[in-house]
């Protein structure tokens, strides 16, 4: 289906659940998880803020012994502290995610929105507690690891499988 009869289609859906809504009738054409762009798969990132966390302490006890030792600056030393702490909060409270949609798979990398066509994948390799789109040219690998991101891998593989299905991509499992 093209885009513009895909958006004649959903405003008549919406204008006839309106009408259902209204005379007490079931809705019709819901969907669960899928949002008008595509699924969404969110994680958590954990190991980063992590580090950072063990970092802040560290340098709060480095910065408590060269306080004691008179060399220090002890309002250097929190701001120092603080900022590693605000940024460990950032990092964990942005979740990483990974959006399938028709034609087009998009997650955030380095601080933008990074997107492959399907014709820009080579394969999809789907393993026990993570996923990986190799790409044909730019850039590495993209991978989504239970372990690292806390993706839900087992929903992942399934949609990207439908996704390969739809898009002539291979599927590897592993």
Do not use: C
Not at 117 to 130: H, Y
């Amino acid at each position: 289906m093209s885009r513009s009869w895909e958006r004649k289609v959903s405003k008549n859906m919406s204008q006839l659940n309106k009408q259902r809504k209204k005379q007490g009738q079931a809705i019709l054409g819901t969907t669960n998880t899928s949002t008008s762009d595509g699924d969404v798969f969110k994680g958590r990132k954990y190991v980063l803020p992590i580090i950072l966390l063990a970092l802040a302490v560290l340098y709060a006890l480095l910065g408590l012994a060269t306080v004691d030792a008179g060399t220090g600056s002890k309002t250097m030393n929190y701001i120092g502290v603080s900022l590693y702490i605000l940024l460990a909060l950032m990092i964990f409270l942005r979740k990483p995610y990974l959006k399938v949609g028709r034609s087009t798979v998009s997650t955030f990398k380095f601080n933008r929105e990074r997107k492959l066509t399907a014709s820009e994948i080579s394969k999809i390799r789907i393993l026990q507690g993570s996923v990986v789109i190799e790409n044909k040219a730019r850039g590495g690998n993209w991978v989504f690891s239970r372990l690292i991101n806390r993706y839900d891998t087992k929903a992942m593989g399934e949609r990207l499988e439908q996704f390969a299905k739809v898009n002539n991509i291979p599927v590897e499992h592993e």
